[in-house]
């Protein structure tokens, strides 16, 4: 059985659809699935770092993937790490090691193109993937509690984000992302890739179910704050968020212009993954909690993971960076 990289649309990737909407729609009808994907592959970003493969028995495609040309720092240095989402076998082919041979080939192709880590994210037991070599990463989702302030918000401007905001965004990452041992690097185009996913996701699906906040708070024109957050079902998600000061006293304020817009409701539950090197003195983390989606890394051309074994705190991960 050979494996194949499939093209961007077409019937394979139809019958792919067909078989996943069930399982990862997010909401949207089967039409909207098949837009969603589409629009990601028309992103910058999504052009040149994601695709679908598949492993190819005859005529048959017995299972299938996507792909993701990711770059992570690890220990203060670029690596290209292969990202693996949806991982997906039809019921006609399940138990004959298809998913197995079909990751098997990934990793291999991987490792000879120059990748150096292999990472996914697990939404079943993490066994499958352990026998594979991928080992667990820790990682904390908070609830975050959020000081109000006497006699109102802040005095600070806060605004809707726009794209000239995104260098600067990038900047603040890669300035946080360095403390860490493990971060993502996240290029502009990667950024405005996250951004218009969450997007599409909320305006392809049913009205009110999900919106979107992406704010700024600037300085001398230019970002020195910034927060995305899914607002869904009486939560408020943190997919990602930064702050050039180093305390993150800018971003908490911004939570607390967010609070202050919604006065007389039920205050939302707040919940996100943060990295330990932001903590703003108007955000208490607590509930602590084991993230559905199991991150995982696999070595390939060293073998050998990060030493000492990652802590949760040696992190610098986003929600929004799931894949």
Avoid: N
């Avoid at 918000?153 to 300035?175: H, K, N, Y």
């Avoid at 041992?181 to 996240?186: D, V």
Wanted: proline share 8%.
């Amino acid at each position: 059985m050979a494996l194949i990289v499939l093209p961007s649309s077409g019937p394979e990737v139809e019958r792919i659809l067909d078989d996943t909407f069930p399982l990862w729609h997010d909401g949207l009808t089967r039409a909207a699935y098949g837009r969603f994907w589409t629009a990601q592959m028309r992103t910058p970003w999504g052009t040149g770092h994601l695709d679908r493969v598949a492993l190819q028995d005859g005529r048959h495609l017995v299972s299938s993937a996507k792909r993701y040309d990711l770059a992570y720092r690890v220990d203060g240095r670029i690596r290209r790490v292969l990202g693996i989402g949806a991982v997906f076998t039809p019921p006609a082919y399940r138990g004959r090691g298809a998913a197995r041979q079909m990751l098997t080939q990934m990793l291999e192709t991987a490792e000879a193109e120059g990748y150096e880590y292999a990472a996914l994210f697990s939404e079943i037991a993490p066994r499958f993937y352990e026998q594979l070599d991928f080992v667990p990463v820790p990682m904390i989702d908070w609830r975050l509690e959020i000081d109000r302030k006497d006699g109102g918000p802040p005095a600070m401007l806060v605004r809707s984000g726009e794209d000239r905001d995104v260098p600067g965004i990038a900047e603040m990452q890669a300035t946080r992302g360095a403390t860490a041992r493990l971060s993502i690097e996240r290029s502009e185009d990667y950024i405005r890739y996250g951004l218009a996913k969450k997007r599409l996701l909320a305006g392809l699906g049913a009205p009110g179910g999900r919106a979107v906040e992406f704010l700024v708070s600037e300085e001398g024109h230019q970002p020195v704050a910034y927060l995305v957050c899914v607002v869904q079902d009486g939560t408020w998600t943190i997919e990602e968020a930064g702050d050039r000061d180093p305390s993150g006293a800018r971003l908490g304020g911004m939570l607390q212009v967010m609070l202050s817009r919604h006065p007389g409701e039920t205050p939302p539950v707040i919940r996100g993954w943060w990295p330990a090197s932001l903590r703003p003195p108007q955000v208490r983390l607590c509930d602590p909690r084991q993230p559905d989606e199991i991150f995982m890394l696999r070595p390939l051309k060293d073998r050998s993971l990060p030493l000492p074994p990652l802590s949760a705190d040696d992190i610098a991960y986003w929600h929004g960076d799931v894949f």
